[in-house]
């Protein structure tokens, strides 16, 4: 049968990997999608030294790639929003199908794209924004199509886990794990991205839409990074048997929909907590299966590559039928009856840590003003105050409440004239539904 | 759009979950489908009492079904392999889509239906038929599908999970526990399927195909139950820093593959080790992403119905176009290149216990046998004596070594004068490449 042909736009890492994964795999992709897939043209600013690309078409133009008649699928993989939007957007326009690994773009151009895409019935296929070499869009999207989701609970950016669990094991600062990872390569020269959330905010707007059957609405997503976490904070969590991970929550309530990046207390005997360093992890919990979980290598050139080249093996099986598959896993329109709640409306359990004077009466302050928000103790642990100190340092975990009353009672314990400094808030999940 | 028009057989645990789940989230599977999926007719043998199946078409005999015309896909699940054949075979002459979650059927009768499927230009599902509510299936044949596969491991019986995860909490033996189970309702009556790997095979057996490309051949894999294991030993392992986990082990080696269902000891810290009770999870090891786990119930009316849902649903969304997925993952024919290898070729380390004299010497001669065949030991616990026995467990943890070397030293050590008994041996696998 006729090769299917690709463009490559970007030969960095992921585009690398993707170059490198479908040489090496040739032979096996052909048998499975019944056609070879065929590089037939590449743009790169500059060649990367870990591909051959001799014989392959070359240009540093990505617009030469999307105007290219040949292409049945353009893969970008150039990343950044400007160009990758107006490059997808031209592509689609000229009848491309599209494959990318760009997070960002789907989160905040999505639904424009997607439905430019459905107005010029061509595909746009992102299992690589996500996850890495997870296939977990493809598992909300079609193998959980069945289910109503409750809840969406990731470790979906392996910097932010490989630091956490670093800071874990040895017991260091954030500061000192950030300069190692760095040194390793695990974390950017500019870390913002991954260690405050917002990466993860991407991929969990994305993640949310296909499982609630919303618009992609990233500007809705509470993002909270972990550059506060303290190794005291994690070793309290740990004595209390808990342990802190940076999750991507998107749970479906009565009122509406959570949805939030931040560091979370998760009991250490689930398997969510054992997912350590730069792996990913991604619980789904379900009303016919209940808990699933979606476990590899979030990122790295090949694990991504191999949700990139999924994507065009999809589109390969079926290029020559009319697209039933829907983007998002919903028919369009996407309801607009779920709205996303605000913080303050969110309901978790909470970790808070205070310092406080050591003397009779204010554990009396500190807890009525819990009780007036109607804020309960699950555990209470109070530090040994030793010679010379005169404030110990108490941790307290709460039941569910919203975090209106948590934020409340914070404000008036900081004002008593016995605590001393803030409150550490750190929410917290005991994942209930799950078995292990 | 028209109604996709469904046609259940079966109407037991696995019928009445997928007839309460599609009524249940009719709508929201009807928005992710983009037409309705209608039950058009339902045979069955009695009424269950958990269904309402007012209003539905009903008939005792399930070829009514088959001959159905208004009927676009026949959903299997009756069970057993007989008649099932004769009615999946029946649907698919008659031109319809065929859903099952008949792991037996697939795994012994499934080279001849999938053939005759192709030839009538329709599909034959089976999601459902391993793992229950796990996606593992489209995982492998869809999410994973650039990537070379070099090992698939799972615990993919949930009753033989559920009495090694009971034996290893309580102490208990497994005659105890079998008979928990049983009045639990995780074990049948008859527990031989499950506790002695025949279940576990059927499922291991498809599992293999999709990820080598091979056909399926049940009758190549090796099946050892869990029905010898001893609280003695779930508790030997513990202290070495294993677990003993049923396993069904699919490996790909330059040589052939390795089929195999058997009690496994696997390092306690891996997720595969902490997955436990009735729950299943498959590790999948890859050459572009590494280790993936997928996780979640195996069982179960509702777990199942969502596996059965997600196939009706991929034949749903994609009926008014020609086929290009592959049920096996591959185009046909498949290679016949890559053949399974008898156990006695196959690579382990291994668990041995034997019951030794307590006198100088013995070491030196099992030791001795050992190294003759080639055997490196790679850690040893030898029990203190109490007063008045005569004999100590030895217990010995091997490299990696061929079966057959194993079983010839067994056979020299069992023949020794001062060792008791036989030797107990039980397979060990690192899964050195999973992080986690």
Redesign the interface.
């Known amino acids: 049968m006729k090769p299917i042909k690709i463009g490559i736009c970007g030969l960095g890492t992921v585009g690398g990997?993707t170059f490198n994964?479908?040489m090496?795999?040739k032979d096996?992709?052909a048998?499975?999608?019944?056609r070879p897939i065929e590089i037939a043209q590449i743009a790169m600013r500059r060649p990367n030294p870990g591909c051959d690309t001799s014989g392959v078409s070359v240009t540093d133009d990505v617009y030469a790639v999307a105007d290219n008649p040949e292409i049945d699928i353009l893969v970008e993989l150039i990343g950044g929003c400007e160009t990758a939007k107006t490059l997808v957007s031209r592509a689609i326009v000229s009848g491309k199908h599209v494959v990318t690994a760009n997070k960002a773009l789907i989160a905040v151009h999505g639904n424009e794209l997607l439905a430019e895409a459905e107005k010029h019935k061509v595909q746009v296929a992102f299992?690589a924004a996500v996850a890495?070499?997870?296939?977990v869009i493809?598992?909300l999207r079609?193998?959980?199509?069945?289910?109503?989701v409750h809840t969406v609970a990731g470790i979906i950016n392996g910097t932010g886990n490989f630091i956490l669990t670093a800071m874990e094991k040895k017991g260091s600062s954030f500061a000192d794990v950030l300069s190692e990872a760095q040194a390793l390569g695990y974390a950017e020269a500019d870390p913002t991205f991954d260690v405050e959330g917002i990466d993860a905010a991407h991929k969990l707007t994305i993640l949310a839409s296909i499982a609630f059957?919303i618009p992609l609405q990233f500007e809705q997503t509470y993002t909270e990074g972990i550059s506060g976490i303290t190794a005291e904070d994690i070793q309290y969590a740990h004595e209390l048997g808990y342990r802190i991970k940076h999750l991507g929550i998107a749970r479906a309530r009565k009122e509406g929909i959570e949805l939030r990046v931040h560091p979370t207390l998760i009991p250490e005997?689930r398997?969510l907590a054992?997912?350590?360093?730069v792996?990913n992890a991604v619980l789904v919990d379900?009303?016919?299966?209940?808990?699933?979980?979606?476990?590899?290598?979030g990122a790295g050139a090949?694990?991504t590559?191999?949700?990139?080249?999924?994507d065009?093996?999809?589109i390969a099986?079926?290029i020559?039928?009319?697209h039933?598959?829907?983007a998002l896993?919903?028919?369009r329109p996407l309801?607009n009856e779920l709205t996303v709640l605000p913080m303050d409306e969110t309901e978790t359990a909470f970790y808070l840590r205070m310092s406080a004077a050591d003397h009779p009466g204010v554990m009396t302050q500190i807890t009525r003003i819990l009780s007036e928000e109607g804020i309960n103790i699950e555990a209470l642990l109070q530090k040994e105050v030793f010679e010379g100190e005169q404030f110990a340092a108490i941790i307290m975990l709460t039941h569910k409440v919203k975090e209106r009353a948590v934020n409340n009672a914070i404000t008036a314990i900081e004002a008593l004239d016995d605590v001393n400094g803030q409150v550490v808030k750190i929410r917290m999940d005991h994942l209930e539904h799950c078995?292990?």
């Open positions: 990997g994964v479908l090496r795999n096996l992709i048998q499975r999608v019944g299992e890495g070499g997870i296939p493809k598992a079609e193998g959980l199509a069945a289910n109503k059957g005997k398997l054992n997912v350590d360093g792996m379900t009303d016919a299966v209940g808990p699933t979980l979606f476990y590899g290598a090949e694990p590559a191999s949700a990139v080249i999924a065009i093996i999809d099986r079926g020559d039928s009319p039933h598959m829907p896993g919903y028919q309801s078995n292990n």
